[in-house]
């Protein structure tokens, strides 16, 4: 079957990023993954999981939060593959929960730089990309129940979160005549390393299932499922949008 297109995946190597790359890759895509250098060993295993399914793939080590790495990056996957068609821009920290008040300056740079600064990054060489093959794309990135309402012990994480909604909107009217939509998925509690970091995993789940309606908590591939309809020709009427995906915490 020939392939759908060529997708690339950030933070791939572990969690909701993990899960997405591996539902585009069943999907059709040629997927593309990234990460961190200290993840390469992750990522590996990831690239030899899709090339046994059949899929096209390549791994790329590059810093979301530096600009002259997703260039290049974007760059590299357009050699290597031909085109770059959807690109969601999932990769994102969060740090030990801390009061506004006592949080260091340079923690806040940190989470910033990577989950706000690395969105806009992959949002802007994606769109120089789709605009220069002519034919529309795929932009997807990653908000956050922490996007839709303030979390305490969390502020940095919540700005660089709200900050992914606002880059959505503005990027979808700017991009909208080029065929290329963006949205964003806002995920509540999945379990993924990222959500039990600092917790007692099954403390860690407990608490966040009495803060859903469904009374349980998401899995990546609950997160995964979203983001292959947002990458979908049946998508194709849907830009601008943050849509929750959290198991009822949040209603818009």
């Known amino acids: 079957m020939p392939s759908k297109g060529v997708a690339l995946v950030t933070g791939a190597a572990q969690g909701i990023g993990r899960g997405i790359a591996l539902r585009l890759a069943r999907d059709g895509y040629d997927v593309v993954i990234n990460d961190i250098s200290s993840k390469s060993e992750q990522l590996q295993v990831l690239l030899e999981e899709i090339r046994k ?24 996957v357009v050699r290597q593959h031909g085109s770059l068609d959807v690109m969601v821009a999932n990769a994102g920290i969060m740090k030990p929960e801390i009061t506004f008040l006592n949080m260091p300056i340079d923690q806040y740079d940190q989470i910033m730089n990577i989950n706000a600064k690395g969105a ?12 220069k093959q002519g034919r529309g ?19 940095s994480y919540t700005m660089s979160k709200f900050a992914v909604r606002g880059l959505t909107q503005a990027a979808a009217l700017e991009l909208g005549e080029h065929g290329i939509t963006v949205n964003a ?28 309606a469904l009374k349980t908590v998401g ?16 998508a194709g009427f849907i830009t601008g949008q943050t849509i929750s995906i959290d198991g009822g915490i949040h209603f818009d």
């Open 120 to 131: 806009f990054l992959c949002y802007k060489y994606a769109g120089l990309q789709m605009i």
């Open 137 to 155: 794309g795929r932009i997807i990135g990653a908000s956050s129940l922490a996007g839709k309402r303030g979390i305490p012990l969390a502020a």
């Open 219 to 234: 899995q990546p591939n609950d997160i995964a499922s979203l983001v292959s309809f947002l990458a979908s020709s049946e």
């Open 53 to 76: 399914g059949g899929g096209g793939s390549s791994k790329h080590i590059a810093d979301v939060s530096q600009e002259e790495q997703v260039k290049n990056m974007v760059e590299e």
């Open 185 to 212: 998925y806002a995920p509540g509690a999945v379990d993924t390393p990222m959500m039990n970091a600092g917790f007692e995993r099954e403390e860690r789940l407990a608490q966040v299932k009495q803060m859903c």
